[in-house]
């Protein structure tokens, strides 16, 4: 089993910046790559961005050069450097886990973009 605790959404004026981190927990030595998602409402969730444990990235177009996820293998944390934000970036964001078995989720964490 593998628990994910996000932290560090809130309320950001467009053009800000926000970091949203994920602290995996449990067997987290299983964990083969991380991720985050966003789900804005009346939408479907959607990728923003992975990282593998070996460091390959992934970015959705919408948030690359914008958007740094990033990946302390020591802390098993997963970080998400959010710049130049804008009001359709508003949504709740997950932190995932994929593993040989299963995929693991967060329980989200709320970012607002305000115009």
């Known amino acids: 089993q593998v628990q994910l605790v996000e932290s560090g959404g809130g309320l950001v004026q467009a053009g800000g910046s926000l970091r949203l981190s994920c602290a995996a927990s449990?067997?987290?030595?299983?964990?083969?790559?991380m991720g985050w998602y966003h789900q804005a409402p009346g939408q479907q969730r959607e990728l923003v961005a992975t990282?593998?444990?070996?460091?390959?990235?992934n970015y959705a177009d919408s948030v690359n050069g914008r958007f740094t996820i990033s990946r302390d293998n020591a802390k098993n944390t997963v970080y998400l450097q959010m710049n130049s934000l804008k009001p359709e970036d508003t949504a709740v964001y997950y932190c995932?886990?994929?593993?040989?078995?299963?995929?693991?989720w967060g329980q989200g964490t709320q970012v607002t973009v305000s115009s």
């Open positions: 995932n886990a994929r593993t040989i078995l299963r995929v693991y």
């Open positions: 449990g067997s987290s030595s299983s964990i083969l790559g």
């Open positions: 990282i593998t444990r070996g460091g390959s990235i």
